[in-house]
């Protein structure tokens, strides 16, 4: 199943851009190997933004929950973060399910 996620950061008062940078460095590694194990399908950085734009490919809604519990900007920041999810269908798909349905 594909989503698209996207991710609004934010950082407390508190907490100084370097330490934010400490985890988002952390995160960056996660992000970048789930890449290459083929769990993300390409990923984005917003320019001028703290956001993040994501398209993964997961077996199910519940696999997707629990990789998002775990993300290292989640655990160590994610009362600050806001992760918006769309679930996806391939247009491809879609496409023929249209053309089958001009036929029927």
Excluded at 37 to 47: I, M, T, Y
Excluded at 55 to 67: A, F, H, K, N
């Amino acid at each position: 199943m594909l989503y698209h996620l996207d991710f609004h950061v934010e950082y407390p008062a508190g907490m100084s851009q370097q330490e934010l940078f400490a985890i988002w460095s952390e995160e960056a590694d996660v992000a970048l190997g789930a890449k290459q194990a083929g769990v993300v399908v390409d990923l984005w950085k917003c320019v001028g933004m703290r956001r993040v734009i994501a398209i993964v490919d997961v077996p199910s809604p519940e696999t997707l929950d629990q990789i998002l519990l775990d993300l290292p900007i989640m655990k160590k920041n994610g009362q600050h973060v806001r992760v918006e999810v769309t679930s996806l269908r391939r247009y491809e798909d879609f496409a023929a399910d249209v053309k089958s349905r001009l036929e029927s």
